[in-house]
C-alpha cells in the first residue's frame, strides 16, 4: 500500500532530504526538519503532495488507503499529546494548513481549532477552565470553516460579530465576554445554515475530512492557477496538507504568538528580528489586529523612541518579548540559531507560546530586500557558514541594480507609510525612488523642471508626445497600463523611476489633481513614488544617492564575482563622466561611445545641420571634381578634359555649399577631439570602442512636418499683413521684409529636410552607408579620435582607441573605410610624430553582417554585436512601433515568452550570434567579440553570451555591476553543470 500520510518525525525519517519539498512541500518539509532536530513542534503530520495528485486522478476522490492512514496518523498523536480527537472531556483540536513545494498566494488559508463541536467545546472549557476562551474559540472556526472550506463570504460574519463588540465598552473583540460569544456561535451556526442549507458539521472527522479536501481542491482554484501560470510554476506538482495538535497563544497573558526573522531582513543586521502579541492566535500578528509588540528589548526601545513613547510607558505597556518571558526568549533565540545554521540561510519562523512554553510553527528561508540580500550573503562568507561562491549565486542580479539606484531612506518611508501617506500601489516598473511636486501634463513638467523644481509627471498613461515632460521629471507615475506600457519602457529607457498601471489613482486633468482613497492631491503638492516597489505616498521622503565605494559589502561580493567570472565586463558612455562612473562601478573598457550624442549638444547642433543639409551638394561637386582630374590626368592632351577640370575646380571654389560644408566640418573637429580626448582620459589604459557616425539623418534636422506648418502660417501672415492698406509693424513687431527674409531661410531649410526625407529612415541612409557617400565625415572623425590619442599619449595617458563602423552588411563596405582610417591614421601619426595602436572593427547589427562573419572578420579585428536593432531586423519589428503595442499582446498570449528587446532571443537572434562568433573566429582566431546592445546589462543574456564564448559584455554604467555577478553567475552555473555531467 502507498504511504500517503507521513508523521512529522517520519518524513524526517524516512525521506531524504533532497525529497521532502517535493512530497512535503515547503511547510511540511521545514515541520518534519523541526521536529527531526528534535525542536518543540507541536505533533502532527503531512499529506503529501502525491496524495493531492491522486485525489484529482480519481476524480476528487481520496485514493484507496488515504483516510484510513490519516486515522492512523490522528490516532498515534493522540496518543502523542494525551488527548482524543472528538473527545467529550478532552478534546484533540488540530490545524488543517495547506503547503505547495513553493509558496503560493491563493493556496487554501488554514482552518485552525478543527475539531471543536457543540460537544467538545465543553470538553475544552473543563480543560482549560476558560469559557471565554473555549467559545472564542469556537466561534472562529465556524468562521473560518465557513469561510475558507465553504466560501461563505466573510463579511456576513463580520457583520453579527460587530454587532455584538457594538454592545460592548471597548468595541473590541478582547471586549466581548463568554455568554456573548456563546450567542455568536450560535448565530454563526445559524449563519452556515441559511447560507449552505446544512449544519454546522457536529462531527470532528467531517470536519476534517472536508477540510483537506479543500485544500486540495485549492490547487485548481483560480487565483493559484493564475499564479503558477504567471510565475511557470507546473501544475502536476501538488499540494500538501499538514494536520497538526493546535497549540494556544490565546490562553491569557503568559500566551503569546509571533513569527521573527533570524536576521533584519530590511538591512541584513545580524540581529533578531520580529513581533509578537500576547493573548493572540496565529492570524492575529498578520490580520493587524493590534499593534504587535517588539521581540527584542533593542527593537522595542528603538520603536518606543522613534513614537515618543518614554521607557516607562514601554516597559508598562509595549514590552518585549525578551523582557516579559525571558527564558522563552532564550530558548527561542537558541532555536533560531540553530536553525540558520542547519538551512545555512535566513529563516522566517513562527512561533507560539502557550502559557510559558514555545512551540514552532514553521521556519521558511526569509524574503528580504536587495541591501539585506548582499550583507547577508556576506556576512554568512565572513561566519563561516557559506562558501564564497554560494554568496555570489545567492544574489540576484536584478536586486543590486536597487542598491546602486537613488533610494528612500527606509526609515523615512516606515514613517510615512504609519503615518498613512501611502496612496497606494501600481506596478513597479522602473526602479529607483524620486520625489517632487506633481504635475499632471508634459509641459508644466518641462517648465518646472526647467525653473529647478523637481516634479512628478503623473497621467492617466503616457504618450510619444509626453516625451519631452518624461525627461524634464524625476519619476512617473501613471493610472493604466503595464509593464510593457509607453511610460514603463520609456522610463526604463531614460533610467528614471516610474510606477505604473496605479489604478487606485483617479485622474482629474481638468482640475489638475488626483484622488485615492478620498485623499486629493493637487497639482504642485509633493508625492514620492518608489519604482522599485511600486508604492506611492504623499509628501516629500528624502533619497539617498549611494556609491559603490560605500557600499562596502557589495564591493566584496562583486570582488568575489570577479574571481569566477569569465566574461570581461566593459559600458556603454559617450561622455567622460559616464565613462568614470562606470570604472567606478568595475568597467573594464567602454564597449560603445556614440558619437553623434556628441553632435546633439547645444553649442554643436548648429555645425552638425550645417553639415548635414550641405553635404549632398558639396559631396557632388567635389565628386565632380575628383573625376574631371581624372580625366584630365588620363588625357593630358585633351584640351577638353583640361577645360572641364578648371571648370570643376571653380565650382568646388565659388560653391557656397562647400564653403559651408568645410567650415562645418572644420569647426566640429576639435570639438570632437576634446569629446575624445575626456573619454581616453577616463579610459587610461583600458579600450575605449568608438563608433562612427551612426543615425538617420533626419534626427539632427527640425521635423519636416513641422517646419511646413511653421513655412505655411508664415506665409499666411505675410499675405494678411499686405491685404492691410499702409501696414506699420508695432512695436516688437517684425516688418514684411523680416519675415520675407524669414520665410525664404525657412522654406530652403524645408527643401532641404525634404531631400532627405525617407520613407522608412530605420532602413535608410544610416550607419556606414552615410559614410560611404560622404567619407569626409569620416575623416573628420578619425582625425578627430587619433588627435585626441596623440595629444593624450604626450601627457602620459595609454590610450586604446578602437574604431567602430555601424551597420556594416557587406566586407566591400569594411575595406573602403577602412583605407579612408588608415589613410588618415597615417598622416596624423606622422604629422604629430606619435605612434598610435588602434583596433578597426563593426558592428554587428543586421543579419547578412552575422551571415557572412566570416569575410567580414578578414577585414574587422573585433565585432561588437548590436542586439538592439539586430532584433530589430530578425524579427522585421520595429521597436518603437511594436513595444506599448502589438508586442503587448504577444507576450500576454505568450506567442513569446519575454520581450526580446529585453531579454535576448536566444533561439532566433541568438542563433546568428552563435554562428557569427564560430565563424568569425575561424577566419581570425584572436577578433574580439562582445555586446553593446541593451542586452549586455540583462543577466539571462549574459549568460547567453558567456555561453557562446564572448569576451566582454557591454552595459550602461549603472547596469556593470549587475553585469559582473550576471557574468560570475554564468560560470558558476557552467560549472557546476560540468560537475553534474561527469
Ligand atoms: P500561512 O501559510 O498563511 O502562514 P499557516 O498554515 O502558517 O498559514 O497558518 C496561519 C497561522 O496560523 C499562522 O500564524 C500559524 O502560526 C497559525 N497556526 C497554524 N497551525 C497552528 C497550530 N497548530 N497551532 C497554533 N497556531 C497555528
Ligand atoms: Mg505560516
Ligand atoms: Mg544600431
Redesign the pocket.
Known amino acids: 500500500m502507498k504511504k500517503w500520510v507521513y508523521l512529522f518525525e517520519e518524513g524526517y525519517r524516512e525521506i531524504p532530504a533532497e525529497r521532502r519539498r517535493d512530497l512535503l512541500g515547503g ?1 511540511g518539509a521545514g515541520l518534519a526538519e523541526m521536529a527531526g532536530a528534535g525542536l518543540p513542534v ?1 505533533p502532527g503530520f503531512t499529506i503529501t503532495t502525491e496524495a493531492c495528485n491522486a485525489y484529482f486522478a480519481a476524480g476528487r476522490q481520496f485514493p484507496e488507503g488515504l483516510w484510513e492512514q490519516v486515522l492512523e496518523a490522528l490516532h498515534r498523536v493522540e496518543e502523542k499529546v494525551g488527548r482524543r480527537f472528538g473527545d467529550p472531556q478532552n478534546p484533540l483540536l ?2 488543517v ?1 495547506s ?1 505547495a513545494k513553493f ?1 503560493m498566494p491563493g493556496m487554501m ?2 482552518v ?1 481549532n478543527v475539531g471543536l463541536t457543540d460537544e467538545t467545546v465543553k470538553g475544552l472549557i473543563a480543560q482549560t477552565g476558560d469559557e471565554r476562551f473555549a467559545y472564542d474559540a469556537y466561534r472562529r472556526l465556524i468562521q473560518m470553516f465557513g469561510r475558507i472550506v465553504k466560501g461563505i463570504p466573510g463579511e456576513r460574519f463580520e457583520h453579527i460579530l460587530d454587532r455584538y463588540k457594538a454592545k460592548t465598552k471597548g468595541k473590541q473583540d478582547t471586549d466581548l465576554t463568554a455568554e456573548m460569544l456563546r450567542d455568536i456561535v450560535e448565530e454563526f451556526k445559524a449563519l452556515y445554515r441559511k447560507e449552505l442549507e446544512e449544519e454546522f458539521p457536529q462531527d470532528p472527522l467531517e470536519q476534517l475530512r472536508q477540510a483537506i479536501r479543500a485544500v486540495f481542491d485549492s490547487w485548481f482554484g483560480k487565483r493559484a492557477v493564475d499564479y503558477r501560470n504567471f510565475y511557470k510554476i507546473p501544475h502536476d506538482l501538488g499540494t500538501a496538507c499538514n494536520v ?4 494556544f497563544g490565546n490562553m491569557g497573558f503568559d500566551s503569546a ?1 509571533g513569527v521573527a526573522f533570524t536576521r533584519n531582513p530590511a538591512t541584513g543586521e545580524k540581529e533578531l528580528y520580529g513581533e509578537y502579541l500576547p493573548n493572540a ?3 492575529d ?2 490580520a493587524g489586529i493590534r499593534t504587535p509588540l517588539k521581540i527584542t528589548k533593542k527593537a522595542s526601545q528603538e520603536w518606543a523612541r522613534e513614537h515618543g513613547i518614554s521607557e516607562e510607558e514601554r516597559r508598562l505597556r509595549y514590552p518585549s518579548l525578551e523582557e516579559r518571558m525571558p527564558e522563552t526568549y532564550q530558548q527561542f533565540l537558541e532555536v533560531a540559531a540553530l536553525l540558520e545554521r542547519h538551512y545555512r540561510d535566513v529563516q522566517d519562523l ?1 512561533f ?1 507560546i502557550e502559557r510559558g512554553r514555545l512551540w514552532m ?2 521556519t521558511r528561508t526569509g524574503k528580504r530586500t536587495a541591501k539585506a540580500a548582499v550583507k547577508i550573503a556576506v556576512d554568512m562568507v565572513h561566519e563561516g557558514l557559506i562558501t564564497k561562491e554560494e554568496a555570489v549565486m545567492r544574489v540576484e542580479p536584478e536586486q543590486i541594480n536597487q542598491l546602486l539606484l537613488p533610494r528612500f531612506d527606509e526609515k523615512a518611508k516606515e514613517r510615512a507609510r504609519e503615518k498613512g501617506d501611502l496612496l497606494a500601489r501600481g506596478l513597479n516598473a522602473s526602479p529607483g525612488a524620486a520625489t517632487g511636486h506633481a504635475v499632471f501634463d508634459a509641459d508644466t513638467a518641462e517648465a518646472w523642471g526647467r525653473d529647478g523644481r523637481p516634479v512628478i509627471l503623473v497621467r492617466p498613461e503616457t504618450t510619444p508626445d509626453d516625451v519631452h515632460g518624461m525627461i524634464a521629471a524625476r519619476g512617473i507615475l501613471t493610472q493604466r497600463g503595464g509593464a510593457t506600457s509607453h511610460a514603463a519602457v520609456v522610463a526604463r529607457g531614460l533610467g528614471k523611476p516610474a510606477v505604473v498601471g496605479c489604478e487606485a489613482l483617479q485622474i482629474d486633468l481638468e482640475r489638475k489633481q488626483f484622488s485615492v482613497n478620498g485623499r486629493v492631491i493637487r497639482e504642485g503638492d509633493f508625492i514620492s513614488i518608489d519604482g522599485s516597489t511600486g508604492e506611492v505616498f504623499a509628501g516629500q521622503i528624502p533619497t539617498i544617492d549611494p556609491n559603490l565605494a560605500e557600499e562596502r559589502e557589495l564591493a566584496e561580493l562583486l570582488a568575489w564575482a570577479d574571481e569566477f567570472r569569465r566574461l570581461q565586463v566593459w559600458a556603454n558612455a559617450d561622455y567622460p563622466r559616464d565613462a568614470r562612473k562606470a570604472r567606478e562601478f568595475g568597467a573594464e573598457g567602454i564597449g560603445l561611445a556614440r558619437t553623434e550624442h556628441m553632435f546633439f549638444e547645444a553649442d554643436r547642433l548648429p555645425y552638425v545641420r550645417q553639415m548635414i543639409l550641405n553635404a549632398p551638394e558639396a559631396q557632388r561637386l567635389m565628386d565632380q571634381l575628383r573625376a574631371a582630374q581624372q580625366a584630365a590626368q588620363a588625357r593630358p592632351d585633351d584640351p577638353k578634359a583640361q577645360k572641364a577640370l578648371r571648370e570643376a575646380e571653380r565650382a568646388v571654389r565659388t560653391s557656397k555649399a562647400v564653403k559651408a560644408y568645410r567650415k562645418a566640418l572644420d569647426r566640429l573637429l576639435p570639438v570632437q577631439r576634446k569629446d575624445f580626448e575626456g573619454l581616453f582620459e577616463a579610459m587610461d589604459g583600458l579600450p575605449v570602442i568608438i563608433r562612427l557616425i551612426d543615425p538617420p539623418m533626419h534626427e539632427f534636422l527640425p521635423r519636416y512636418e513641422e517646419l511646413l506648418a511653421e513655412v505655411v502660417e508664415l506665409r499666411t501672415r505675410i499675405e494678411e499683413r499686405r491685404k492691410i492698406k499702409g501696414y506699420r509693424p508695432r512695436k516688437g513687431e517684425k516688418s514684411i521684409r523680416q519675415m520675407e527674409e524669414e520665410l525664404a531661410e525657412k522654406e530652403a531649410l524645408l527643401r532641404a529636410v525634404n531631400a532627405l526625407r525617407e520613407m522608412n529612415p530605420m532602413l535608410g541612409l544610416r550607419g556606414i552607408r552615410l559614410g560611404i557617400l560622404y567619407p569626409d565625415i569620416i575623416r573628420l572623425q578619425v582625425r578627430a579620435i587619433l588627435e585626441a590619442a596623440c595629444n593624450v599619449k604626450r601627457r602620459g595617458i595609454t590610450p586604446k582607441p578602437e574604431i567602430m563602423i555601424p551597420l556594416s552588411a557587406d566586407v566591400k563596405e569594411l575595406q573602403i573605410v577602412r583605407e579612408i582610417v588608415d589613410e588618415v591614421a597615417r598622416e596624423v601619426m606622422a604629422r604629430e610624430g606619435v605612434e598610435i595602436e588602434y583596433k578597426f572593427g563593426t558592428m554587428i547589427e543586421v543579419p547578412r553582417a552575422a551571415l557572412l562573419a566570416a569575410e567580414i572578420a578578414q577585414v574587422a579585428e573585433f565585432f561588437s554585436f548590436g542586439t538592439n536593432d539586430l532584433t530589430q531586423t530578425v524579427w522585421a519589428i520595429s521597436r518603437d512601433d511594436a513595444e506599448g503595442k502589438f508586442l503587448l499582446r504577444y507576450l500576454e498570449e505568450k506567442i513569446v515568452p519575454e520581450n526580446p528587446f529585453q531579454v535576448l532571443d536566444r533561439k532566433g537572434v541568438g542563433r546568428l550570434m552563435r554562428m557569427a562568433v564560430e565563424e568569425g573566429r575561424r577566419t581570425r582566431p584572436d577578433l574580439e567579440v562582445g555586446i553593446c546592445g541593451e542586452h549586455g546589462g540583462d543577466p539571462s543574456s549574459i549568460e547567453f553570451c558567456h555561453e557562446i564564448g564572448l569576451n566582454y559584455v557591454s552595459a550602461s554604467p549603472y547596469r556593470v555591476p549587475v553585469a559582473r555577478l550576471a557574468a560570475a553567475q554564468a560560470a558558476l552555473k557552467e560549472r557546476a553543470a560540468r560537475i553534474e555531467t561527469r
Open positions: 511547510k507541536p488540530v490545524s494548513r503547503g509558496s488559508d488554514t485552525l497538526q495538535t493546535m497549540v504568538t492566535q496565529g492570524e500578528v498578520v513562527e507560539t510553527l514553521q
